[in-house]
């Protein structure tokens, strides 16, 4: 047999120092296994509720009433088809399945949508803190960023419009707002909305695109949350991106981009030469969802997901020290905890991780790498009885480093 | 509700105007019907011998099996052991599962190679006529295409030697060959072994690699093949994809990348901000594999193909008028054919459409737009007992054209 790790020229060394980074650790986890910890680093879904059980029942039903279409090279119509009625009831939008395109997950509908928009040296608001994986997309298509600054609500409106003018005066051509509006990762906030009217007003007013990303949509365990921002849009410069990540399974890939004219989704189909997402997953998760499946999957998650959260914020109610402070999320996964201003995440996260517990430092969370004093504080994946030992755990680090 | 149809806006237009194009026909069809006629255009596996019902029960039993790590974010590994292990029977190649990367479908393979390898303005050398969906995402990453030309052994290799030489001189930089050395897409022609050999040494010279694409593999119908490049290949300059689309089902969105060294493929894999391939059907695929299925179903696919092959040689002789000639392919799913200078293919198509019968112009197989007088057959879609008819409408159709 040949050795091919003997196999080398001096010139495929090149192709090693070619742009690294890119996908969310998550994905470029090749088969790796995580060291054993309570861990709040992932924002991965509960993993026991996974309705396996109902998955193989809807694929065996699916592949005996119409297999062909399925199997081969195609499109999961259906699933557009279903999620366009969904829209249409939850939001009152006056769509159809041509305004959906399915995706391989909503990873790839940023992507596409990076691929429609970007020209070299574009630039991309993104909120501060925001999910570093749309981040590394867009700068895998070589644009640049730059970071719009949050309160407690969110974006801030006025804050936005300065750094937007500011950027048109340097001579800098902003292509598109990224914003996670709802139950936003990392913080966990929600944007309100009168913000969100001003938001999509100053959006037209600079000529620039809004790509929102709603991936924890219907998870939501209080309270109520605004209309999207594509349903309040009266120019057509929103673009939506959503995901069954959350609410079915990350690992069917299955994810979409909504917008008003169906001619662009055309255009972005077209420039999907990585290949559209799985048929086989596709039409299994549109039978799924169409009977009824998903919505009743989805009360499930939010009594889990309620839960942890709720467990989440009496544990940092009792193991924080003082100065510090942490969001209270209506919905989604994550909470964004602020601590005093002299513990350095990054520095504690090695003995954190020795005592037994892993969280993402916040500095991941910035373009810029600010927030070291912060902490994402993911509660979906760990399991329920862990999160108030973890939390102690976690609490005693904090309380070392403040006292060392 | 809100009407979105009513929703644009100047600039939003402007997206309109950027690049159309891109993937392959099938992929861009997002749920429309052709029309009802014998069809020899797409390279499109047969349907009814899609293994559906071996498909549900292997999802049922990899569902109660093993649910969480194949719904949860991550990476369809066995799949990748189980292909190592093959190559290594069939090739002889000492290789692991770190030697490949599952993607979603070759597109996917094929588009995070360019990812790796491409600067704009670079060239890739292509077979002429080849597999435009190739071509079209060489374009899509602002590459220069370049053909070099075949005969009927498929790529001449002193010929190509003059385009690299050329091309150096005019100082143009080539990054790789794009081939498909075995039952070539559109010919059907299979590279022999020296040229295979001589092939590599050329490459290795001009320091360029070779993207080997071998979509048919394990679809033989007579004799034998050579070895892979990748198999042959002394210096890790092969990077070989393959797919389980051709002997599974496309709607899977399978394929894969291989290559010498593993840290490449974790460079490549960290390109792919589009996302991984589904794990729900990728540990399916696995399974199946693994079972043996997928060896048994192969052999079935042969004799079915095999059939329809011999079917379009008998119909070919004796409808196509003289001065036409066609490869007689060993294995995959194409034939070409020219024939005589004088009839146009692109002209008559629509002839043939309202004769009841569709192809695949020649022309749309260069990406310099030449083979006018020369079509594309594929036989693994269209029924068998619909080939002889077929090409009995067909030759008809030729025949009016050479007599008009």
């Not at 909503?106 to 749309?134: H, K, N, W």
């Not at 100053?202 to 924890?216: G, Q, S």
């Not at 201003?341 to 892993?358: H, R, S």
Request: a negative charge.
């Amino acid at each position: 047999v040949t050795d091919v790790t003997a196999q080398t020229s001096d010139y495929t060394s090149n192709l090693l120092a070619r742009r690294a980074g890119g996908a969310p650790a998550a994905w470029n986890n090749m088969g790796a296994k995580p060291r054993k910890m309570i861990s709040f680093t992932y924002g991965l879904p509960d993993e026991p509720s996974f309705p396996s059980k109902e998955l193989a029942e809807i694929t065996n039903q699916v592949m005996s009433e119409q297999a062909a279409p399925i199997l081969q090279y195609g499109y999961p119509r259906p699933l557009a088809e279903y999620l366009a009625g969904f829209i249409k009831k939850d939001q009152g939008l006056d769509i159809t399945a041509d305004n959906i395109l399915i995706t391989a997950g909503s990873g790839q509908a940023i992507s596409l949508f990076c691929r429609l928009t970007l020209e070299p040296g574009d630039y991309v608001v993104v909120e501060a803190p925001t999910f570093l994986g749309a981040v590394k997309t867009f700068q895998n298509q070589d644009a640049q960023i730059a970071e719009a600054p949050m309160d407690d609500e969110g974006l801030i409106i006025e804050e936005l419009d300065a750094l937007l003018t500011q950027l048109k005066a340097e001579g800098k051509r902003v292509k598109f707002i990224y914003t996670i509006p709802t139950f936003q990762n990392p913080t966990g906030r929600t944007l309100g909305l009168e913000r969100r009217k001003a938001l999509i007003e100053l959006a037209h007013r600079h000529e620039v695109f809004i790509l929102e990303d709603d991936a924890y949509h219907g998870l939501l365990y209080q309270g109520e949350v605004p209309s999207w921002l594509w349903t309040l849009d009266p120019y057509g410069i929103v673009f939506h991106c959503g995901t069954l990540s959350k609410t079915l399974a990350p690992g069917m890939r299955l994810g979409w981009i909504g917008c008003a004219r169906p001619e662009l989704l055309v255009v972005i189909n077209s420039l999907n030469d990585g290949g559209p997402t799985s048929s086989y997953s596709g039409y299994v998760a549109a039978k799924f969802a169409e009977q009824g499946l998903l919505a009743k999957h989805t009360r499930q998650l939010i009594d889990i997901y309620r839960r942890k959260r709720d467990r989440m914020l009496a544990g940092l109610e009792r193991y924080m020290p003082d100065g510090s402070k942490w969001t209270e999320p209506q919905g989604g996964f994550f909470i964004w905890l602020e601590l005093p201003e002299q513990v350095d995440t990054v520095k504690i996260l090695g003995k954190a991780q020795e005592a037994g517990v892993n969280y993402l430092p916040g500095s991941a969370c910035y373009a810029s790498g600010k927030g070291r004093n912060c902490i994402r504080l993911a509660f979906s994946l760990v399991k329920l009885e862990e999160i108030e030992p973890g939390l102690r755990t976690l609490g005693e680090v904090i309380s070392q480093a403040l006292e060392g």
